[in-house]
């Protein structure tokens, strides 16, 4: 498609990234293309290795058409000294550098980092990797099923009793692809106030047990406060948390979590005499009658339509989605009305319906703007416009010489409203809080935030504190005009404002950014939603569990040939990834806001977020339609989860070409295969598959996984054991690179194991490691150090109950 849309204002106008990447980590780059940096994508001739992934359409990689989208494209041979020179040029004028592959890739190729940064100081180098520049799986290779079973993921994704269940498409490898593009901004902020730039050393494989369903991070409402860590063994069964329930046409989910939805799905049963027990209106009693309650509803939605079951759910305030087909999600009203899927020429004479982005930035849409480069298509023009550049992007506040030279928080001084609840919007605040920022957690006891919940009863929970830390609390009440005008006043001293609520309460509250931006106006305002800020679903009760039926995920991520099998139930994605979205969006505004001296908006659609991640798969549907189906994804043979000695012990396995093929055989005895010339294609492989998966498991069998693992990989054949969230400490690779930390939480005994950083910085320090707080913990200091209160007026403000005060901790 040609170049379109509000591009004048996106917030990275100016902001130069040379990508070299050749997998698919190619997907940071364009999220930075959305926000409108100019990204410059070099390949040798011939194109990238990423025009050969699949999904294919007669003979276009449509996922490196939908996740090179936004970009310009060269090609530049580094044999070549000549070559290489031009790709240094291209980076003297940069001030990303995003390059992927394995460790020592670049060095072999003629390109040294220390000579880089020594040409353009002010850049920043992001190294993208499947394991980190250092550790011992660092010489590894990882594809997606690979990171899945050592991100902690496969352990917990399926029903017990079966294998472990893979997740459609790429989702762990998008996730880390979104937080490397948060890792970018901040060392691009840090530049522009140190001059200094950067070397990240970017591990794929820590991003995915950080981002996709993170075994140390904040969990959700339903968890009541349990992590993963105190989970049992095996995969836990949690279809009684969100269920699925049939009904004529279909299939479709309800969230019970609130005492009042509890109360709205009563009266929609017609008050029971065996549902009237007050104690129901608990999340655990509702939990442990489970069957009897699900028996009504079952009988209840079995011979109504899904829109009838969605109608009556809203109208009575039962959070409800219909589980939709792939197809389904592709015709869907909302997202063509709102511009989220349009019909796009994703390559040259290939026109397919595909997702057109995720974030709304001052109220436009930010996201495809041009399809996709051909090989060399912009050489020309990149190459004339480089022998007339100047400087690249917008210049740091010192040179270089004068910069700050060791380690800082790039966010110091930034201070933060949050109002985000649950998950995703604790995610974004944390995140911003972890790198200095003064991040004030608003509160009112009467809406308590719903991941406060503890099921044991303690006054703060593991998962909270994950999910909190680093921040203070306000106890404010908004219901007030008192509340209002406090909080109004504390926008006239802050720099961002977080949300998570229903599109519509701030404005209804008189706090909508229209308001607070004649107060203060450099605020940014940040909000996500469950289905975006308008359109025909946008009033619909959201959570995480109704976003995925909604958008076709739940229908894939299930066991093919067993009734009942949908597995989503457990995972928690896509909140943290939105949290890092949203986050990464308010860095690219205040980066906007420090060159144009005012603020903006953010708006994240939890939705549209997961559209994006399965571009590629949508756009393979939209194309030959009933393609997407549940358990596919293979493209040659062995590729998948296979069992190993021990108890439900098992390993990921991925034969990309004949190459892994023949290196299998060797290792587990069976050259007679690799010299099979049946054997030798992908399609022949996938004939046989059975036959060849029965010889890999008769070897898999008789060793365990890590001992499978070590073996493959040192043949370079990509393999992952299974790993459990508490194989983590014991972990060899993790712990040398300090994957984890312990934070001290005030009454608790004991430290809690953190994640210790997103990527490794050379002058980014890192995440500082502070408390969570108590609800209003902090009310009387923010109000003196934000505004000044003196004790009289804070106390009078207290009795009217404008302002709440927490209790002391133990």
């Not at 698919?24 to 994508?41: P, Q, S």
């Not at 979205?581 to 939705?607: D, M, P």
């Amino acid at each position: 498609m040609s170049e379109s849309g509000n591009s004048c204002s996106l917030p990275l106008l100016g902001v130069r990234v040379v990508d070299t990447t050749a997998g698919r980590e190619g997907t940071a780059g364009r999220f930075l293309a959305d926000l409108g940096a100019d990204v410059i994508l070099v390949e040798p001739p011939g194109g990238a290795d990423a025009r050969r992934l699949a999904p294919l359409h007669e003979g276009t990689s449509l996922h490196f058409a939908t996740h090179h989208a936004g970009k310009r494209g060269v090609t530049l041979d580094l044999i070549r000294l000549e070559d290489r020179d031009r790709l240094l040029a291209l980076l003297d004028a940069a001030d990303i550098w995003i390059e992927g592959g394995r460790p020592g890739d670049m060095a072999d190729k003629g390109v040294n980092f220390g000579a880089v940064a020594a040409r353009n100081p002010g850049l920043v180098i992001l190294s993208i990797s499947d394991f980190g520049q250092t550790g011992p799986y660092s010489g590894y290779t990882a594809t997606e099923r690979v990171h899945l079973a050592l991100g902690g993921v496969l352990s917990r994704s399926g029903l017990p009793g079966l294998a472990p269940l893979l997740p459609p498409g790429s989702l762990a490898t998008e996730a880390a692809a979104y937080q490397a593009a948060w890792t970018a901004l901040l060392a691009y902020l840090n530049r522009l106030a140190t001059g200094r730039g950067d070397h990240i050393d970017f591990s794929v494989s820590e991003a995915v047990a950080q981002v996709l369903d993170p075994g140390y991070g904040i969990g959700g409402s339903a968890t009541g406060g349990t992590r993963p860590t105190d989970l049992p063994r095996g995969r836990p069964d949690g279809r009684h948390l969100y269920p699925i329930f049939a009904c004529a046409d279909g299939h479709v989910r309800v969230c019970l979590l609130s005492a009042r939805q509890w109360r709205g799905m009563r009266a929609w049963l017609g008050e029971p005499e065996e549902l009237s027990d007050p104690a129901y209106e608990s999340l655990g009693a509702r939990f442990m009658a489970a069957d009897k309650i699900h028996a009504y509803i079952r009988e209840l939605f079995r011979v109504q339509t899904r829109d009838e079951l969605v109608e009556q759910g809203q109208r009575l305030g039962v959070p409800i989605a219909a589980v939709l087909t792939p197809r389904e999600v592709l015709d869907a009203g909302h997202f063509v009305e709102r511009g989220a899927l349009a019909d796009v020429e994703v390559t040259p004479g290939l026109t397919g319906r595909v997702p057109t982005g995720f974030l709304e930035l001052d109220g436009v849409r930010a996201g495809l703007r041009r399809r996709a480069p051909l090989p060399g298509e912009h050489n020309a023009e990149v190459f004339a416009e480089l022998d007339h550049s100047g400087d690249g992007g917008e210049q740091p506040a010192s040179s270089p010489d004068q910069g700050f030279e060791g380690r800082r928080q790039p966010l110091s001084g930034l201070r933060v409203l949050d109002l985000g609840v649950i998950v995703a919007g604790a995610e974004a605040g944390r995140l911003l809080a972890d790198f200095g920022a003064d991040v004030v957690k608003v509160e009112n006891r009467a809406f308590p935030d719903g991941s406060r919940q503890s099921l044991t009863g303690e006054a703060i929970t593991a998962s909270f504190v994950s999910g909190h830390r680093n921040k203070r609390g306000l106890g404010l009440n908004l219901r007030s005009p008192e509340g209002v005008a406090l909080f109004k006043r504390l926008v006239a001293g802050a720099d961002v404002v977080l949300s998570n609520f229903k599109p519509g309460t701030l404005e209804s509250l008189g706090l909508g950014y229209d308001d607070l931006r004649t107060i203060n106006p450099k605020i940014v305002m940040a909000d996500s939603s469950a289905f975006g800020s308008w359109g025909p679903w946008s009033k619909r009760l959201g959570y995480g569990p109704l976003v995925r039926a909604s958008t076709g995920l739940t229908s894939l991520w299930r066991y093919p040939d067993v009734a009942e099998g949908f597995s989503d139930a457990t995972t928690i994605y896509p909140d943290h990834l939105v949290g890092r979205v949203c986050a990464t969006a308010v860095l690219a505004q205040l980066v906007r806001c420090r060159r144009a001296g005012e603020g903006g908006t953010v708006g994240v659609s939890q939705a549209e977020v997961i559209l994006t991640a399965m571009a590629d798969l949508l756009l393979a549907e939209s194309l030959n339609p009933g393609s997407l189906t549940a358990g596919g994804g293979t493209t040659d043979a062995p590729q998948g989860v296979y069992p190993c000695a021990g108890d439900d012990e098992w390993c990921a396995i991925d034969v990309r070409d004949r190459k892994d093929f023949e290196r299998l055989c060797s290792v587990i005895g069976r050259p007679d295969l690799a010299e099979d010339a049946e054997l030798a294609t992908a399609a022949g492989r996938m004939e046989r598959r059975e036959e060849i998966e029965a010889a890999l498991v008769r070897w898999t069998s008789g060793h365990e996984p890590r001992k499978v693992m070590e073996l493959l990989q040192q043949a370079g054949v990509p393999a992952g054991a299974m790993l459990r969230v508490s194989d983590y400490p014991g972990d060899p690779h993790l712990s040398s690179r300090g994957f984890l930390t312990v934070l001290h939480q005030p009454g608790r005994a004991e430290g809690l194991l953190t994640e210790a950083r997103p990527a490794r910085f050379q002058h980014v320090a890192d995440p500082l490691l502070g408390p969570a707080p108590l609800q209003g913990e902090h009310t009387r200091e923010i109000c003196q150090e934000w505004l000044g209160l003196p004790e009289p007026e804070i106390e009078e403000l207290l009795r009217a109950g404008a302002l709440e005060e927490g209790g002391s901790r133990a």
